[in-house]
């Protein structure tokens, strides 16, 4: 529905540039946040993945700078027109430029804490949503592409499901009475953090895709998750 409303309101090339700049945005932040997992869970060495991590971390920032540009040039060469849903495309643009900073975090955790995952409780649920999340990038990489509701109301379902565990298993940790390391607790406590809120800006697009766009920022205000 997102790119629908875009041919329908306008031809203007810069914002069809645009809005592949966001896919292009999401594949980045798909790879980054392999990568990242895969130094978490020591199958790639951290200085093999840092600085092309990083330098796709640059392209994702330069895309969205690319983005507001294109949209600010469209909306002065045509003032008043598509104003929404330009405002819109540059939010989803901030929504993507967030998650290559949680794949940098995820990196982070795997650099500083070398200590290994022992406790099944924790670790289980998130290597399950770490999975998930991986899944889902395919995912609304697609609906984006191909303009795919369905596609991203199912993202939606998903992160709110994810979101829910990862709430759980941080309340479960502030209030752990067995024997648990700290720095072990810290990384579990950081990582459902973090993908939480990578779901959470998944959600957010998808819910640009499927038209909404009154309830960007809000897209699981139903259920008390809004975007925060």
């Not at 203007?12 to 895969?38: K, P, V």
């Not at 507001?68 to 469209?74: E, G, I, N, S, Y």
Request: net charge negative.
């Amino acid at each position: 529905m997102f790119k629908q409303l875009f041919s329908a309101l306008t031809s203007e090339t810069s914002i069809d540039q645009a809005y592949a700049d966001l896919t292009q945005m999401l594949e980045h932040g798909a790879w980054m946040f392999s990568r990242a997992n895969e130094v978490l869970y020591s199958t790639v060495a951290a200085e093999d993945v840092r600085t092309p991590l990083y330098e796709r971390d640059v392209a994702v920032n330069e895309l969205e700078r690319s983005i507001r540009r294109k949209v600010l040039r469209h909306l002065t060469v045509n003032p008043g027109h598509d104003v929404a849903i330009c405002l819109a495309l540059m939010s989803v643009a901030k929504d993507a430029e967030r998650i290559g900073d949680y794949c940098k975090n995820v990196f982070e955790v795997g650099v500083f804490y070398t200590e290994g995952f022992h406790v099944d409780r924790y670790q289980k649920p998130l290597d399950s949503i770490s999975e998930r999340l991986r899944g889902l990038f395919s995912e609304l990489i697609a609906a984006t592409r191909n303009s795919d509701e369905q596609k991203a109301h199912g993202v939606i379902t998903a992160t709110r499901e994810i979101r829910h565990i990862s709430d759980e298993l941080i309340e479960s940790l502030l209030r752990e009475e067995d024997s648990i390391e700290f720095h072990e607790a810290v990384a579990y406590s950081l990582l459902a953090r973090h993908y939480k809120r990578v779901a959470s800006h998944l959600a957010n697009i998808a819910t640009a895709v499927t038209g909404r766009l009154e309830d960007l920022d809000f897209p699981s205000e139903a259920d008390g998750h809004a975007l925060d």
